[in-house]
């Protein structure tokens, strides 16, 4: 057969080039290929490292909590002996007013329960009118209120209300404090029957695991005198 010169068509046409496009052809050729496609199982748990971090991450919270625990318990201790003394010598301030404002004298001695207490520089007795139930005066009845250290515990620091029979004022026998240390009156005249005002300084001091100390000093006038 001749070749026909000048390029010329031998008078058909080829036909293009297919591609196999089928993926299980195409396996079934190269069953290789798509390993590297194939899904990797996912790993879950913690490793060694991780759980580590965690364990000191709650050491180290845990720590903390237990350091802010100690530290305000370390607090309460050192501050609880001055509170105690604050709070004793204001309670006595203030029943020291309190009865004090009410009384119309200021006696030298009284008796309570078989212990005689005498009005000086470590006890104040008052003399207040007795009130009835609609809290009117009772005429010529008298109520009788000793505050000051018990003469024969010295630290402690009581107060006694000991009402007339009839009296609606009620009955007392009260600790203003275990821990005296030093309670001072001091009165504006030496005839107890004229006395119109009481000076008074008390310190209370807490020795003990904290310790703390308070002073109150301050005056009551008799306002029924």
Sequence with gaps: MKTPAHGRSLGFTPLPETRNHNPVAKWRQNPKADKSSELKP???????AEVAVVVLLMVLIISAGAGVLIYNNRFYETQSGEIFSVNATREAADRLNEYGRQAVAVVSSYTYSSTSYITGGQTVIFQISSLDIDNAVIPGSYDYVIIGANPNTPSRLELIVDPALGSSRPARN????GKLTTVNFVYDNSDFALTRR?????LVTDVGRSPGQEQISGSVTLRNK
């Design 42 to 48: 996912v790993e879950t748990g913690f490793t060694l």
């Design 174 to 177: 009260l600790l203003l404090s």
């Design 198 to 202: 009481v000076d008074y300084t008390i």
